[in-house]
Each structure stands twice: as C-alpha cells, then as structure tokens.
C-alpha cells in the first residue's frame, strides 16, 4: 500500500497559500496605488505596509522612520535597509499604549505621544543599532494633559525655540464648557519649564501644525465644526503671528461664519479673533502638515506646504481625501492651493485616507494612510 506523507503535503499546501497570498496582496496594493494621481515628473511608491492606522511620522539621524497609531497600541521603527525605497526592516519600540499617534525626534531623543502621556525614549539610535532583544527603557516626560479621547490624540513636535508644543482639541462638537473650567481645552500649547503655555487659543481641533523655514513663524490645520449643512464651514489653514492669539471657537468659525449657538456671545469677547489665512473646504477634516524645505521638488514647492485632508464622515457628498499644496509668497502669505495627490475617493468611495506628510532628510517625502495602512513615499523624477 502507497503511504503519503500528508505533513509533507499540508506544509507545501499552506506555502502555496502564503504565496499566492502575498502575490495577490501586491497586485491589489500596486493596483489601487495606480489610482493616484500626481502631478507630472512624481512618482509615488509604498514605503511600509501592513501597518495598524499609521498617524504621525518622524525620521531618526540614522535614517529610522518611527511611525505612529490611531488603533493600535504599539510603536514601531521602520528601515529601509538596502536603499531600495520600501522599508523591510520593523522594530517594536513601546507596546501596551493608548492610541499612540503623536511622534517626534529631537536632539537624539524620540518622543511619543498617548492621549493624557507623553513618554521620551533617550538615544534612539543607539537601541536600535543595538540589536538589543528587550525594549527600550521609556520615562514619562509629562502626564498633566486631559483624558478625554474625542478629539485627543495627539500631534506633537519640537518648536525653533526648542520647546515641545502640543494641541489639545475640545471634547465634542461644540461647546463652551470644557474649555471655560480648563485653558487647556481647544488651544495649542508650548510645554515650558514644566508648564503648558498656550500659543493658540479658540482652536476647536487641530491634529498639524509646522514652523515656516524662514519666519519661524507656526501655521496649524482646524478642523471645522460638525452639522451646519454640508457647505459649512469650512477647515482651516491658521497662522500664529502673536502667541496667545484667539482663532475664534466657539463662537466664529472659517473667515465669516457666526455660529448659531454662541455667535451671539461675540460682542462680549474680550479678544481680537483671528481669521484663517487660507479656508481648505467644508468637512474636509486637514490633518497633517508639511513645510517642504529641501532642494528635490521643483521651485515652487519650497517654503510652502503640504495638507493631509483626510475627508469627511457625514457629508451628503463626500469631501476630501487627498494631499493638496498650498503655496505661499516669500513672507509667508498665502498665494493658491490647489490638489497635489488625488484618487482615493472614487464614486464615493474611499480607500485610502492621507494623514501626515513629512518631509524626510534626503528630500522626499513620505504620507502615512491610516485606512489603507501603508506609508507612501513620494519623489520627484522630473
């Protein structure tokens, strides 16, 4: 009697499985990618897949991209080691998290962001040349910020003055509440001496903010409130000219839109409002923002910025769901906006959402997905 050897053949089959997965996984990855639409002389690429929610991204010395999560509870370093565009290397960082998705490096140190926690690992670089088989040591840099999760997670980075700033969004639609018993409600603050000074004030949720290459000056994303009409109101591009500055929530919202709750209380506001420089659409919900300073890109995309919008939830019609450029003048002003990548929205349906832009050393830039669950990677080839 023949006898089989039936493991044999169940290895070889679930290997056949494997394969034809993978196989399938990059057909459907390279076929939604060319979806995209970008301008001419770009190409665009994924850089990391099979990420949970990716968010925020930040690049070590040595070239590591350490990506942050809305879902998930871990954080991870990601490397491209042969130098061919996608990163095959993925090191654990930190797990056991809440909803880390704010990351920075700075001097050395990576820093990352839960909703009420911000913990600092010192000298990345050195653990994770290290090859070490336990995570690194992690110490609190500051936990005095609020709990609540709507509207909490966290973008953080370093200013040019080299102090942390981190926004804290309101905890609903709107309201007056939250932020009238704690200053720290709808504002972005510089973490100081151990102290929260605010910089930004009347700011409803802003999830992006970047600091001009030459003025220094800090412009945030705003995401616009939530059920006036699927035309109102607009998300916001915001300039800080005077720390401590007021841009108007709850009461006004975009350039020219009282709202119909508080509105009425403006006469009584003891504080100059702030309009937006540049209004982005209504529920278009701009998340991420990028100043390209490099040399890569054409002319025209140096000293202004890149716009993750990552699209709305309850329009009528959907809105957003793409990478727009917005140029600015030699001081700063804005000029004209216009959509820079496109095509994940397709007859009302999305299948990708961008979140962060970040402009990498070598001039690239790379944009994370939290839907799709890649990081892309965009380079110019004109």
């Known amino acids: 009697m023949l006898k089989f050897n039936t493991h044999f053949y169940r290895i070889k089959g679930l290997s056949l499985l494997f ?20 301008p001419n002389g770009f190409e ?25 999560s809305k879902k998930g509870n871990k954080i991870y370093a990601l490397y491209d080691q042969d130098l061919d565009g996608y990163a095959e290397k993925r090191i654990l960082i930190a797990d056991n ?8 490096v700075y001097g050395g140190d990576l820093y990352f962001a839960e909703i009420d926690t911000i913990w600092i690992i010192k000298e990345i670089d050195n653990w994770l040349n290290s090859n070490s088989g336990s995570l690194p040591t992690k110490s609190i840099f500051m936990n005095n910020l609020p709990s609540e999760t709507w509207h909490g997670f966290k973008y953080i980075d370093f200013g040019p003055d080299g102090n942390l700033y981190i926004p804290v969004g309101v905890p609903c639609n709107i309201c007056i509440e939250p932020q ?17 000074v605010t910089v930004a ?24 409130r939530d059920w006036l009409g699927d035309d109102s109101p607009d998300c916001e591009l915001n300039v800080i000219d ?62 202004s910025l890149f716009v993750a919008l990552h699209g709305s939830w309850n329009r009528t019609k959907k809105s957003g769901y793409k990478l727009v450029f917005i140029q600015l003048d030699d001081q700063g002003n804005y000029v004209s906006q216009e959509d820079f990548i496109t095509g994940w929205l397709s007859s ?17 830039m790379l944009l994370s997905d939290d839907k799709y669950n890649v990081i892309y990677r965009i380079s110019y080839k004109g």
């Not at 394969?19 to 970008?38: C, E, G, M, P, V």
């Not at 690049?59 to 991209?65: K, L, P, R, S």
């Not at 998290?97 to 920075?104: A, D, E, H």
């Not at 009425?264 to 701009?286: M, W």
Request: hydrophobic share 35%; proline share 7%; glycine share 8%.
């Open 19 to 38: 394969s034809i997965f993978i196989i399938s996984f990059y057909t459907n990855a390279n076929s939604d990618i060319d979806k995209l639409n970008l």
């Open 97 to 104: 998290l809440q909803n880390p998705t704010g990351v920075t």
């Open 201 to 224: 004030d009347g700011v409803r949720n802003s999830v992006g903010f970047d600091w001009h290459p030459v003025t220094k000056k800090m412009y945030f994303s705003d995401n616009g």
């Open 242 to 303: 005077t720390e401590g500055s007021f841009y108007g929530y709850p009461f006004k919202h975009a350039k020219n839109v009282i709202d119909p709750e508080f509105g009425h209380l403006i006469p009584s506001i003891d504080k100059k409002f702030i309009d937006p420089i540049a209004e982005l659409g209504p529920h278009v919900a701009p998340l991420g923002i990028a100043f390209y300073d490099h040399d890569i890109f054409p002319a025209k995309y140096k000293n």
């Open 348 to 364: 009302e349906s999305a299948w990708g959402r961008p979140v962060s832009p970040y402009i990498m050393s070598d001039g690239s």
């Open 44 to 68: 665009i690429a994924i850089f990391a897949e099979g990420l949970d929610s990716p968010r925020q991204l930040a690049e070590t010395d040595e070239g590591y991209v350490i990506a942050g």
């Open 180 to 196: 009238t018993n704690d200053k720290r409600f709808a504002a972005i603050h510089k973490y100081v001496d151990g102290e929260l």
